[in-house]
């Protein structure tokens, strides 16, 4: 291996892959790192602490709105001049379309949404979920480079130690991006970080109205817990952000206690709920697959459900 090479437009997910890098150095040769944007030059600084032996940087015009087509473009010329064997790009929804568009344009292997990475003889062992979730493939590139998408939370989180590692801007052949960028729009504010929380409420598709998330709010409320959902009501309908998602494309939870509403139950979401220790599911379809999971089953219809666990929690506390 000639070097291991580091990008994500998350710079504390860039960190962590760096500092696994720096860990197998002896594997995969000489971490290095990307950073690329606005302020590439002042958040380099923050990847020097995780074991980089060089961190190259750009603040081309052209990368301002961050395109794929333009990223892509960008990687592809920086590995051109490091010749890193490895790639690894934090697998956001941008990584996951980012990641086999510039392994196509290097003619490399890539393994997308890997979840596990192992080492054998010096050699890179991929996990991902298969068949709908309900196995685990383990994986490896056969070509000399390999481009490996990495889901959040798949390494330990990097511990800065001495800032180490050359900050080498660099001058790229850019062309103007084939998209243009016509609107933006702020993500929902998240302050929760659903991985570490101990009692959850996650809502489905059975919830009827955006407005009647405040149900949901309500009683994570009285149970002191936060709200979390499945894929589509965050990827779909944009009810609730992404960082709220659990599944195979969202978070993996342990909470000590889940609350289920209106969720089916499908291989794709309860991947991520395994963790917990008790699941109370409710659901108006005795036949619905989160049953299979759940401690408590409830069947019913939440809104007729929910607003009696509230009262009756409330009551609790006032008692």
Known sequence: MTGVLVYSER????????AW????????????????????????????????ERVFISEDPSLVDLQDDILATALM??????????????????GRSLAPRLAQG??????????????????????RYALGGNTVSKETVNTHQQVISVVPGTVERAEPGDAVGE????SLSLQPSQTVVVER??????????????KLVCVGRGLA?????QLVNDLAKALGGDVACTRPLSYEYNWLPEDSMIGISGKKVSPRLLFSLGVSGEVQHTVGIM??????????????????????????????????LIERLQQRKES
């Open 209 to 213: 109205n955006q407005d009647d998330l």
């Open 275 to 308: 963790g917990a220790t008790i699941i109370v599911a409710v659901n108006n379809d005795p036949n619905a697959p989160i049953f299979k999971y759940a401690d408590y089953q409830l069947v019913g219809d939440l809104y007729e459900i929910v607003p009696k």
């Open 21 to 52: 890098a720096a860990n197998h150095r002896g594997a995969f040769g000489p971490p290095m790192a990307v950073v690329l944007g606005s302020g590439a030059q002042n958040r380099a600084e923050d990847y020097r602490p995780h074991g980089p």
């Open 11 to 18: 710079d504390d997910l860039a960190c962590d892959l760096l």
């Open 106 to 127: 290097l003619g490399a292997g890539c393994i997308n949404d890997v979840f596990e990475l192992d080492v054998e003889t010096d050699r890179l062992i991929a996990g």
């Open 185 to 198: 729009r702020e993500k929902p504010p998240t302050t929760v970080d659903i991985v570490n929380s101990e």
């Open 77 to 94: 010329e920086i590995v051109g001049q490091t010749e890193a064997s490895l790639i690894l790009i934090g697998a956001t929804r941008r």
């Open 167 to 170: 900050i080498i801007p660099l």
